[in-house]
Structure formats: C-alpha cells, structure tokens
C-alpha cells in the first residue's frame, strides 16, 4: 500500500509568493493533520480534518495559512503570501479514528520542505 | 490537559552502548502512550507504544514501560547500532483525537 503522499518535496521561493502544498492520505484513513517542523518551534500541529471537515485549525499561525479538503484523497496547504519566517518542513498525516481511546496510529508523509527568500 | 517532558537533547552514544531516553506525562486517567521515531530526512513513525499501566512495548529492540507511579515512559535498548541514529518523540492522546508530541530527543550513534 502507498504511504501518505506528499508534493513537492521540496521548495524554494521568494517572499511574497504563494505556496501550495500538497497531501494525498492513505485510502480509509479518516483523519489527515498538517504539522510544521523547525529547529526552532519542534513539530506543530497546525489543522486536522475528520472526514474533510476541519476540526481544530487553532494552529494555523496567521491568516496567511488556508487549508483545505476538497475530497478524502486530498488536502491542500496554502500560504499566501509567504515570508522567510515560513521556511520549515511542512508535514502531512493521515490516521484512522480513536477506538476506545486509543488514537490511531499516525502515518506520516516525507514531508515539504519549504524555504522562502 | 495532556503534556509531556522528555530529556533535552542532543545524545551522542557510542555503538553498542546502552541508551535511555526519559519521558513524564501529565494527564487525566491512565492514557495510552507511544514512542515515535524520525529517521533523517524521512517523517515521524510509531515505534512502539503502550496502551495500559505496566504495559512493556517493543520494538526493534527498543522497549518503554508505562509506569503509572512514575508516570514515566521511558525509552530504552541495551545496545544501539549506528541505524538507530534518529529523533525520538514520547507522545500520548490529547483532545478530539489529537496527539500530543513531546519535543524530540535527537540521538546519535558513532562507530
């Protein structure tokens, strides 16, 4: 089975650009997570989905961040415009639903690796 | 709500040298707890985890025992090779099907 995919791999563009990122969860999988990853800050959860519904977007940074789930096989991650302080490994992650509270193991993407200029 | 502290990093061990890495809770109940592992450049993947007290859960020769005295969960193998080079992260549940990461423990392994 394919993994959680993610493009591009990697990216560099100038500040004031716009930046799609992109995420294809593992088929079944109900719930997708976007995080960010820099030396600075460590991993952050950014926004999750449930069945393409957004549930917790509170770490989403600024308005400057959108995120979006048009169907189970796709999210996007969007930043317009983009700074420098955006630079960082964005990472998606797909999982299955908590059963009896125990969440469900999270399958994660290579990651994006972003810089901005 | 739910937290975790692991030991700061980073650890620098010699190969076949025996390693622990700490990990302490805070949460309400007795929640289930995980090890994950990032290997360079790749993303994050459960190692291993433990869903009740005094579980023991392992993998590739890595175990953590889920004290609830303690509330500790600490990581350990009693000889790391150089593949084991990675970040580790101590995690558990938090709200609405989150799940709460510690900081990461950045571990290298020289020859």
């Known amino acids: 089975d394919a993994g959680v995919i993610q493009s591009p791999r990697h990216e560099v563009t100038e500040m004031g650009q716009e930046v799609t990122l992109r995420c294809k969860p593992i088929?079944?999988?109900?719930?997708l997570f976007w995080y960010r990853q820099t030396m600075m800050r460590g991993l952050e959860l950014l926004i999750y989905f449930n069945n393409n519904v957004p549930i917790d977007d509170s770490g989403m940074p600024e308005d400057r961040f959108s995120a979006k789930m048009p169907n189970a096989s796709f999210s996007t991650l969007k930043i317009q415009p983009s700074e420098p302080r955006d630079s960082a490994v964005y990472f998606c992650?797909?999982?299955?639903?908590?059963?009896?509270?125990?969440?469900?193991?999270?399958?994660f993407g290579e990651g994006s690796r972003l810089t901005v200029l | 709500g739910n937290s975790v502290t692991q030991m700061e990093g980073p650890v620098t061990l010699s190969e076949e040298a025996f390693l622990t890495i700490n990990c302490t809770y805070t949460?309400?109940?007795?929640?289930?707890l995980f090890w994950y592992v990032q290997y360079p450049g790749e993303g994050l993947q459960l190692l291993l985890k433990a869903t009740k007290a005094d579980d023991k859960g392992s993998n590739k020769g890595f175990e953590a025992t889920y004290r609830k005295e303690t509330t500790s969960f600490h990581l350990e193998k009693g000889s790391v090779q150089v593949s084991d080079s990675a970040v580790y992260f101590c995690a558990l549940p938090g709200s609405y099907d989150k799940v709460i990461f510690g900081p990461g423990t950045s571990l290298s392994v020289i020859p």
């Open positions: 949460a309400t109940g007795y929640p289930s």
């Open positions: 088929s079944g999988h109900d719930y």
């Open positions: 992650a797909s999982s299955r639903p908590t059963i009896r509270d125990l969440p469900g193991e999270l399958f």
